[in-house]
């Protein structure tokens, strides 16, 4: 079946682009289009789409509030939402990737890339482009910790392999970067991964990496 995305951006001519890249590959079918945050959320409700592609400054109700919603325990589907977001990061991205956005992507960014987007997050997995989140966490490294801070107690229930294992993820690795890095296999990657997920709460690779610098265990600008 195809992936059924809703388009939500205040800029018509945008929107227009995006569906026409869309509208050419046949796993994907763009079932509506909305200009804000709040018909975002009634468009929601009405076509129970598999991904929003979100923009984030919005009239009436911005991408990082509709997002919450849209993904918060009150859900009323299963969309996931891919957050986009201008070359120069906007201040907000953080804030909707802690209100649970699976990933973000540049406005700018060739038409492949969006479709690979879109069905990765469709897929359940995190879009966590490696150069794009070193920036963006760089970038706002002043309102995230030092490393300086107790660490959390949740981070000990984390086994030293696990805990090399985030320290990659948060520096944005593929899977099989990862492998390499550590010198063992993809499958064995991906279940440290599920493990650390698991123990930790979190949803996806991009809480992970939301989580493993917000506790300190990952200094922003440290290689």
Same mark, same amino acid.
């Given at each position: ?27 994907? /079918? ?35 509030? /509709? ?24 201040? +907000? ?7 649970? %956005? ?6 700018? %960014? ?20 490696? =150069? ?7 970038? +706002? ?14 981070? &000990? ?16 690795? =593929?899977? %099989? ?14 279940? &440290? ?17 939301? +989580? %493993? +610098?917000? =506790? ?5 600008? /440290?290689?």
């Amino acid at each position: 079946m195809a992936i059924r995305v809703l388009l939500v951006d205040d800029q018509p001519l945008l929107r227009t682009g995006f569906r026409m890249i869309l509208e050419a590959e046949q796993d994907i /079918a763009v079932v509506g289009e909305a200009g804000d945050g709040l018909q975002a959320l009634d468009q929601v409700r009405a076509l129970q789409p598999d991904v929003v592609l979100m923009d984030i400054r919005m009239p009436r109700m911005d991408g990082v509030e /509709a997002t919450r919603q849209i993904t918060g325990p009150d859900r009323s589907g299963p969309a996931k939402v891919l957050v986009l977001t201008t070359f120069d990061l906007d201040e +907000y991205v953080v804030e909707a990737l802690r209100a649970g %956005a699976s990933g973000f992507l540049l406005k700018d %960014a060739p038409a492949n890339e969006l479709v690979q987007a879109i069905r990765v997050v469709a897929a359940g997995e995190a879009m966590l482009a490696p =150069s794009i989140t070193r920036r963006l966490l760089d970038k +706002y490294a002043t309102h995230l910790p030092s490393g300086e801070e107790p660490v959390p107690d949740t981070l &000990h229930t984390l086994t030293d392999r696990e805990v090399e294992v985030l320290k990659l993820v948060a520096r944005g690795l =593929s899977n %099989a970067e990862i492998a390499a890095d550590l010198f063992v296999s993809e499958t064995t990657v991906k279940t &440290h991964v599920g493990h650390v997920l698991t123990k930790l709460g979190l949803r996806d690779r991009v809480q992970a990496a939301v +989580y %493993a +610098y917000e =506790s300190g265990l990952v200094r922003p600008g /440290a290689q």
